[in-house]
């Protein structure tokens, strides 16, 4: 009883466990990159960026690992908005207006 039980739980854990990113996956590459050492963890950068965006709506980020650059996308009356970060340095590289 106490072997299903245990074996029950370690089976009901495995879905928690986020999934391996395969080589073609932003997020799999970014954390790739992350662990190399070769760039900033987002969520710094987020703090940078986030408060240079006073009334926009945060969507998202996308990452290429070609550029090794962040693209972090946000809305602000119907449009939507576009900052790059280098994402070894954090610094913004450029952004749409």
């Known amino acids: 009883m106490i072997r299903s039980l245990i074996a029950f739980a ?3 854990s495995i879905p928690a ?3 391996l990113a395969s080589q073609g996956d932003e997020a799999g590459m970014a954390r790739k ?8 963890p987002l969520r ?4 940078r960026v986030l408060p240079m965006m006073p ?3 945060y969507l998202g980020p996308e990452y290429d690992p070609a550029s090794l650059t962040y693209r972090l996308k946000f809305i602000r009356d119907g ?5 790059d970060v280098d994402a070894r340095t954090g610094e913004v590289i ?3 207006r």
């Open 44 to 47: 710094e950068i987020e703090r």
């Open 55 to 57: 009334g926009a709506q």
């Open 79 to 83: 449009r939507v908005l576009f900052v």
């Open 17 to 19: 466990v986020p999934a």
């Open 10 to 12: 370690l089976v009901a």
């Open 33 to 40: 990159d992350l662990r190399a050492g070769n760039v900033r």
């Open 94 to 96: 450029r952004q749409s």
